[in-house]
Nanobody, 123 residues
Framework: QVQLVESGGGLVQVGGSLRLSCAASGSTLRLYDLGWFRQAPGKEREFVASISWAGTATNYADSVKGRFTISRDNVKNTGYLQMNTLKPEDTAVYYC????????????????WGQGTQVTVSS
């Protein structure tokens, strides 16, 4: 069973960048597909991006395509979300999630979740 811990969130101005990390422990990350989701106050959790276990396939929400990049380093047991050209509507708690056999867009399908990291984009 894998445990996930996100880091790298914070306060950034519009147009700025952040890189989120998702550190895995308790199991080898290469066994899992990874997803990033976010939840803003009063809104449902939404899909942001996902990556297959080998890093050969990725998916992005239309709202972040071209601005965010998902990646992973299975040697370091860590996943990443590079976020560029940030907008106020990107403000949310960001969660990473893992599953043994799924890297789709549906949150309920992921078996393992981190606690989240806050990203706030100020205008």
């Amino acid at each position: 069973q894998v445990q996930l811990v996100e880091s790298g969130g914070g306060l950034v101005q519009v147009g700025g960048s952040l890189r989120l990390s998702c550190a895995a422990s308790g199991s080898t990350l290469r066994l899992y597909d990874l997803g990033w989701f976010r939840q803003a106050p009063g809104k449902e959790r939404e899909f942001v991006a996902s990556i297959s276990w080998a890093g050969t396939a990725t998916n992005y929400a239309d709202s972040v395509k071209g601005r965010f990049t998902i990646s992973r380093d299975n040697v370091k047991n860590t996943g990443y979300l590079q976020m560029n050209t940030l907008k106020p509507e990107d403000t949310a708690v960001y969660y990473c999630a893992a599953d043994r056999n799924y890297y789709g867009r549906t949150a309920v399908t992921y078996d393992y979740w981190g606690q989240g990291t806050q990203v706030t984009v100020s205008s």
